[in-house]
């Protein structure tokens, strides 16, 4: 049994997941699971029934950076992690950083941003202020020279790949700017960069045929 990658390519973190299993070279499948799923079958796999989450022959596991941890861990070459346990913990806290603190608090735009949603102005005033601070964080961690953590690309950068750019893009569709290019971060260089690879090229194509096929569907829905 390979590996089965599980969940929909629409999602930032199935991305990041699917990116390392490319990257990597592991053979996996994947099977179309939406988030929030009712069915047992998937709730045994994912408790809450986010996405995404991998079948493997073990059992299942869920949470992304669980899901990166342990494929680093049993698929060690090529290696997405420094051999230095520091360094490597360095790669941790920038994804950590990301996620948390920026992704995670920008996701409060994206009701409005991407699904036609609206978001309260109080909610905007909290998503701006904490935001303009927390990327002021994170450009003391960030180094982009050329890649997010150094020199090497690394399991940093598909966490930083696939979520950077939803941070710019919501801030700028409900905020009015986009926070991370107004606080001086190049991350349209860096996407630019990161997206030459081939995996990455594959991951993005992917998304992409998913975006446009949900969109007929809406089409004919309607």
Known sequence: ???????????????????????????FEEELVMTHSHDEAVLSCTPL???PFIR????????????????EAAYPQPALLPADPFQAAKQRELISFI??????????????AFFGGTVSE??????????????????????????VGGDSFGMADCAAWVSLPLVAQASK?????????????????????????????KVAA??????????????QAS
């Open 206 to 219: 992917d998304r992409k045929a998913d975006q446009e096929r949900i969109a007929a569907l809406k089409a």
């Open 49 to 51: 029934g986010k996405v």
């Open 56 to 71: 493997t022959p073990q059992g299942a596991l869920c949470e992304s950076q669980v899901i990166l941890d342990y494929l």
């Open 1 to 27: 049994m390979t590996i089965k990658l599980c969940g929909f390519s629409l999602s930032n973190y199935y991305n990041k997941v699917k990116l390392v299993l490319l990257e990597k070279g592991i053979p």
């Open 122 to 147: 109080g909610t905007q005033a909290r998503v701006r202020k904490q935001l303009s601070k927390n990327i002021a964080g994170f450009k003391r961690l960030a180094k982009f020279a050329p890649y």
């Open 173 to 201: 569709l409900v905020l009015g700017e986009d926070m991370l290019a107004a606080a001086g971060v190049d991350w349209k260089s860096y996407a630019k960069l990161v997206g030459e690879r081939p995996m990455a090229q």
């Open 99 to 112: 996620e948390l603190h920026l992704e995670l608090v920008a996701r409060e735009l994206y009701a409005q």
